[in-house]
Nanobody
Framework: VQLQASGGGSVQAGGSLRLFCAAS????????VGWFRQAPGKEREFVAG????????YNADSVKGRFAISRDNAKNTVYLQMNSLKPEDTAVYYC????????????????????WGKGTLVTVSS
């Protein structure tokens, strides 16, 4: 599946942004989809993930209560609503997918994912 992330930008601490991940090239509902991020000088880390049906959601501890992932399979799109942003959320955010065909995805590491889109930069100033 081909993925295109968008929606990044610059905001002040406490602000909000909504990221979009548009998919094409395969049956979108065959895929679990997640967001990862990579800050300068750091490794890529898991942010949030959503099952193929949208019924199961996984969040990193660092974003629980602030970020919300959702999907619309009819629009082949996954969203990441980011609220109460902090300077430490500054990073390039990547959309990624894993073909699961109805099976649960219980491990969300970089090496578990099949496809990656180009990232979108989020900058949070204090």
């Amino acid at each position: 599946v081909q993925l295109q992330a968008s929606g990044g930008g610059s905001v002040q601490a406490g602000g909000s942004l909504r990221l979009f991940c548009a998919a094409s090239g395969s049956i979108f509902s065959d895929n679990a989809v997640g967001w990862f991020r990579q800050a300068p000088g750091k490794e890529r880390e898991f942010v949030a993930g959503i099952s193929w049906s949208g019924s199961k959601i996984y969040n990193a501890d660092s974003v629980k209560g602030r970020f919300a992932i959702s999907r619309d399979n009819a629009k082949n799109t996954v969203y990441l609503q980011m609220n109460s942003l902090k300077p430490e959320d500054t990073a390039v955010y990547y959309c990624t997918a894993k073909t699961v065909r109805g099976l649960p995805l219980t491990s969300w590491s970089v090496h578990d994912m099949d496809d990656w889109g180009k990232g979108t930069l989020v900058t949070v100033s204090s």
